[in-house]
């Protein structure tokens, strides 16, 4: 994505001088990191791009006449971040990190160095926007309050059967603009709408309204369109997520799909190495549930549509970051899941659900911001990661070897260094003889030529 798409409305990038003052806005020391952030807008190519590092602050800003959310640049002074705070624009915190979304659908990110400062930032916006961010500025030799335009109020239907066509329509008309679009989701959230919408769906299916259930459908996949984060966190909530499911097998225009079952009773979640962790084993469940839905029930996107729904791909990459870290933080877990590989003893089957999972550590781990993934792939050499994949490429089973060779791809497209720093401290004849086991499993992968491009 190119910066000129949004740096009318946020004015990331730019070089220009930010002309504030207001006695109240919360202005950083340079010494202190509490408020040392990285700005991140999301590209179309559905990465996060790193726009720098700076340090962030909040200040009325006489030229937008609005509290601002201010970020200069640490190395050369220039404004990289520069977006006003509104009342109706929904903003997200997860952990240190606060997301929102410009009027242009453009998403935007602020990572904190600590937690501290996140928390203190977070407070401040939060606080400003209950105030409908009453903005200070001198004028005049004295004080004017300025106050922005909330979102309309808007009332939703009565959560009735009787309603359903009522409660679809004023769905539906919500996207002539953006305003109606944040007032609804705004009344969803405020009515608790999604478990109301979910006791209807039960009533549905007991009376076999197929009607009904056709419009929940539709309603529900719309919601999806809203591209909220903050309406998925109430739509993917434990208590509801498997009847919103449920609610996307009635597509009126396709026969039942049955996506419930095969979630209970096909698609088991296996835990080769037991979590001792409850919050974290949910939100792996709730992760893989969330990733069937975008994969699997959801119709492949548009362009236009794939803009309308970064939010799910946000809330997945989040999610895969927090069990990243999680799992970084379990020695016991990567302790057992490193000596079992290592184990001579571990049965085939056993080794290859090992495999497997390692495999899927490293996906998740592309969730990660690129020094945070050098920093777990570190982490986990340190557990005797190469080691364990030496022995998996030299494994008799060709399944185990073609996992280990798509982890060595994953790991080396940004941190070959590990993967050479390896290589190089091994003998020649130890790496020929790992090379030539993979090409015997591995038909049309030159292994041999891959390592030894690494090692140059």
Not at 272 to 278: A, E, G, K, S, T
Not at 301 to 311: A, C, G, K, Q, V
Not at 390 to 411: K, Q, R
Request: proline share 3%; aromatic share 10%; with cysteine.
């Amino acid at each position: 994505m190119q910066k000129d798409h949004w740096v009318a409305s946020a004015a990331v990038g730019s070089n220009r001088t930010a002309s504030s003052r207001n006695s109240s806005a919360l202005r950083p020391d340079r010494r202190d990191t509490r408020h040392r952030v990285k700005v991140y807008i999301f590209s179309v190519s559905g990465q996060w791009d790193d726009i720098g590092t700076g340090n962030v602050s909040i200040s009325f800003l006489e030229r937008l006449q609005a509290l601002t959310i201010l970020v200069r640049s640490e190395e050369n002074g220039s404004m990289l971040l520069e977006s006003k705070i509104c009342p109706n624009r929904e903003y997200h915190k997860e952990d240190s990190m606060i997301t929102w979304t410009e009027d242009e659908a453009i998403e935007i990110a602020i990572s904190f160095q600590e937690k501290l400062g996140c928390d203190e930032v977070w407070d401040k916006i939060t606080e400003i926007r209950a105030q409908k961010s009453a903005a200070v500025s001198e004028s005049g030799g004295g004080l004017v309050d300025r106050l922005e335009e909330g979102p309309q109020l808007v009332e939703l239907p009565p959560c009735e059967l009787s309603k359903l066509d009522e409660i679809y329509e004023q769905v539906t008309t919500s996207f002539s603009t953006t305003a109606k679009q944040e007032a609804l989701v705004l009344a969803i959230e405020r009515d608790n709408y999604v478990p109301k919408l979910v006791e209807l769906f039960h009533m549905c299916e007991d009376l076999e309204n197929m009607e009904g259930l056709h419009i929940l459908f539709n309603i529900i996949r719309t919601f999806f369109f809203l591209n909220k984060i903050s309406l998925l966190h109430q739509m993917f909530a434990d208590a509801v997520i498997d009847d919103v499911i449920g609610c996307l097998e009635y597509d009126p225009n396709k026969p039942q799909a049955r996506h419930r079952e095969f979630m209970t009773k096909i698609s088991q979640h296996k835990e080769v190495i037991p979590f001792n962790n409850p919050e974290l084993l949910a939100k792996i469940h709730q992760t893989y549930k969330v990733q069937y839905i975008q994969e699997v029930i959801l119709p492949t996107p548009s362009l236009f549509e794939e803009n309308m729904m970064s939010s799910l791909n946000s809330f997945l990459m989040f999610n895969k970051a927090d069990i990243i870290n999680a799992i970084q933080e379990d020695k016991v877990f990567l302790c057992e899941l490193f000596t079992q590989i290592q184990d001579t003893s571990t049965s085939e089957g056993q080794f290859q659900e090992l495999a497997f999972l390692l495999r899927e550590i490293v996906v998740y781990s592309l969730s990660l911001e690129v020094k945070d993934r050098a920093r777990f792939y570190k982490h986990l050499c340190s557990f005797g990661f190469m080691v364990s994949i030496e022995i998996m490429l030299t494994y008799e089973v060709g399944v185990v070897v073609a996992t280990a060779v798509d982890i060595l791809v994953m790991v080396s497209e940004y941190h070959s260094s590990i993967l050479r720093d390896y290589i190089l401290s091994e003998t020649q004849d130890e790496v020929c003889s790992i090379c030539s086991t993979g090409l015997r499993e591995i038909e049309g992968w030159s292994i041999f030529e891959y390592f030894a491009e690494l090692a140059c």
